[in-house]
C-alpha cells in the first residue's frame, strides 16, 4: 500500500526505498532475498546479480571465493606449502600433499625429514618418532645413555646406569657419592659412605645416612661440639708441654752462661796473682845474689847474708808454690 498523496509505501521485509523498490544492504535479488557475499567491501553488491568489489584474499564475480593459497570463513588462512599447487579446500585448507610432506592439511613431513620443504632428514640418534619439522629437533633418543638437541652427546657417566634424560639431567638418580640434576658434583666428603648408592641427596647434596665420625649438619662440614672440645684440650695440652721444654731449655742455658762467666773470671784473676809472685820472687833472687857477691873478709858476716837470703828465697818459693796450688784448686 501507498499514500495517495506522496506516493509513499510501508515495504516489505527485505525491501527499501521510498517506492520500496530497493533492497536492504546486504541483500540482492528480484525478492531481495539472497545475502551478498561476505568478500563484498563494506557488505554490498548489485541488486540484480549480487557482483561487488572485493576485499583482499576474495576473488570471483561476488566475490565467493578465497583467493588462491587462502582458506576459511573470511580467507585468512594461508594453505600449507605441502598442497600441490598451492592450492586447498577453502572451507577447512584439506588438500593433495607434495612429496614427503603428510597430514589433512600437508603441513607435517614424513618421519625422519624436516625443513620448510620436508627435505633434510633427522639425525641419526633420534628414534622412529623423528624429529621436529621446523628445526630437527629430536623428540626421543634411541638410547637412554645419549642427549640433546640431535641426540649426539652421551650422558654423563656419573649419571646412574649412564642414563639420563633428552636434556641431559640423570634421570634415574646418581652414581656413587655424586649429586646435582647431572650428578657432575661429588657429595661431601664426610658424609657416612653408603655401598653401592649416593651418600647424599640428588638435588641438595644433603648426606643421607649422617656423618663421620667427628663432624655433624646436613653437609657435615661442622666439627662436632665433643671432638671439638677433645681437640681443643689436646692442643692446650701439647702447648702446655712446648712452653715447659722451652721454659727448662732458657733456664738451663742461663745456668750455663752464669757459670761459664764465673769461671773465666775467677780464672782470670788467678792468673794475675800467679803472674805477680813469679815477678817478685825473680826480684827478690837477684837482689839477694848481688848482696852474696858484695866483697868482705868476715867470714861470719858471709854466712850470714849467704844463710838468710836464701833461707828466704826458699820459703818464698814455697809459700808461692802452695798458693799456686791453692789456686789452682780453686779453679
Known amino acids: 500500500m501507498c499514500n495517495r498523496t506522496n506516493g509513499r509505501c510501508t515495504c516489505l521485509t527485505d525491501f527499501t526505498g521510498d517506492s520500496c523498490n530497493q533492497c536492504l544492504a546486504g541483500k540482492y535479488g528480484a525478492l531481495c532475498g539472497n545475502h551478498c557475499s561476505i568478500g563484498c567491501t563494506k557488505g554490498t553488491c548489485y ?39 598451492n592450492a586447498c579446500n577453502k572451507i577447512d585448507g584439506s588438500c593433495a600433499c607434495l612429496p614427503n610432506f603428510t597430514g589433512v592439511v600437508c603441513d607435517q613431513c614424513v618421519k625422519n625429514k624436516y625443513g620448510q ?26 638410547t637412554k645413555r645419549i642427549f640433546g638437541f640431535k641426540c649426539d652427546l652421551e650422558c654423563s657417566k ?18 656413587t657419592n655424586s649429586y646435582g640434576k647431572r650428578c657432575d658434583d661429588p657429595c661431601p666428603e664426610n658424609c657416612a659412605v653408603i655401598e653401592k648408592a649416593s651418600a647424599c641427596l640428588q638435588i641438595s647434596g644433603v ?13 657435615c662440614v661442622q666439627v662436632s661440639k665433643q671432638d671439638g672440645a677433645e681437640s681443643s684440650g689436646k692442643i692446650a695440652r701439647i702447648a702446655g708441654g712446648v712452653a715447659a721444654v722451652v721454659f727448662v731449655a732458657l733456664s738451663l742455658i742461663g745456668v750455663w752462661v752464669f757459670v761459664r762467666t764465673r769461671h773465666n773470671r775467677r780464672r782470670t784473676s788467678t792468673d794475675y796473682e800467679t803472674t805477680q809472685v813469679r815477678v817478685n820472687d825473680t826480684n827478690d833472687f837477684h837482689l839477694y845474689e848481688r848482696l852474696n857477691e858484695r866483697p868482705n ?8 847474708y849467704n844463710n838468710t837470703p836464701t833461707d828466704d828465697i826458699a820459703m818464698t818459693r814455697d809459700n808461692s808454690s802452695h798458693d799456686y796450688q791453692n789456686f789452682a784448686q780453686t779453679i
Open 47 to 85: 541488486k540484480d546479480n549480487g557482483t561487488c568489489i572485493c576485499m583482499e584474499s576474495f576473488t570471483g564475480s561476488n566475490c565467493a571465493n578465497c583467493v588462491n593459497g587462502k582458506y576459511g570463513l573470511t580467507c585468512e588462512k594461508t594453505c600449507s606449502n605441502g598442497c600441490i599447487n
Open 117 to 142: 620443504a620436508c627435505d633434510k632428514t633427522c639425525a641419526p640418534g633420534c628414534d622412529s618418532k623423528g624429529c621436529n619439522k621446523n628445526d630437527g629437533e629430536c623428540f626421543v633418543c634411541t
Open 158 to 175: 656419573h649419571c646412574l646406569n649412564q642414563s639420563c634424560h633428552i636434556n641431559g639431567d640423570c634421570d634415574l638418580g646418581c652414581a
Open 207 to 219: 648426606c643421607l645416612r649422617g656423618c663421620k665420625d667427628g663432624y655433624e649438619g646436613d653437609i
Open 297 to 304: 873478709g868476715n867470714d861470719t858476716s858471709n854466712r850470714r
